[in-house]
């Protein structure tokens, strides 16, 4: 069955060229025009990936974007006039996995598609392993994450992001590096895009965010995820 995709844009005339353009790419597509609506559908249908304008009457993108990521993991691609980086980093602070600034081409917008959606269900490895770095345990096969027993909710981005580091375990990735893992490096990431994800991991798998002991900064360099019980 095609992925559903929930397009939550006020502006009727773009929203109706997204859906054709979804669905010419062979999506399902629901549209909705306000915020309560776009929440409504979202926990009815519970699409795979949900297409969220930051401009919305009602109940706007950013505090859309917080709700969904409390109810569910759903990939949630921001659409936003706004270029400021404080914008864009505050849609991924509120859970956000990757964003676009309009005017983007159909073809970024559909590629950036593709890639969360893959990311939200990768394919099952060889043998059902497990990644383990001290307390923390990465399933690939699940998509689950671990700390000492206590079930964290991730993101497709930041899974990525965890999975690709519990995979080498004291390797210094790059933020370039880093990004390759959720939507790519291109015009509108930035390296504080991979800072936003890492400090919102630390808030989930750190006993004490501000002194990490998991995933650590390699200054000049980027990060890496250790055993923090050494």
Known sequence: MPAHVLV?????KHA???RRYLEADGYRATVAH???????RARRLRPDLVLLDVMMPGLDGLDLCRILRAESNVPVLMLTARSGEEDL???????ADDYVTK????????????????????AAPAADVLLRV?????????????????LIE?????????????GQPDRVFTRAQLLQQTSGYDRD?????????????????????RRPAHLLTVYGMGYKLVDGTR
């Open 16 to 18: 109706e060229i997204l």
């Open 189 to 209: 990431s930035t390296d504080r895009t991979v800072d936003t994800h890492v400090m919102n991991l630390r808030r989930k798998i750190e006993p004490n965010p």
């Open 89 to 95: 980093l505050l849609g991924l602070d509120r859970g």
């Open 34 to 40: 306000d915020g309560p609506t776009a929440l409504d």
């Open 154 to 166: 991730c993101t497709p981005a930041e899974f990525a992001i965890l999975a690709a580091m519990a």
């Open 103 to 122: 005017p983007y081409s159909p073809r970024e917008l559909l590629a950036r598609i593709r890639t969360l959606l893959r990311r939200a269900s990768p």
């Open 134 to 150: 001290g307390a923390v345990v990465v399933d690939p096969e699940r998509h689950t994450v671990t700390v000492s027993g206590r």
């Open 8 to 12: 939550a844009e006020d502006d009727r």
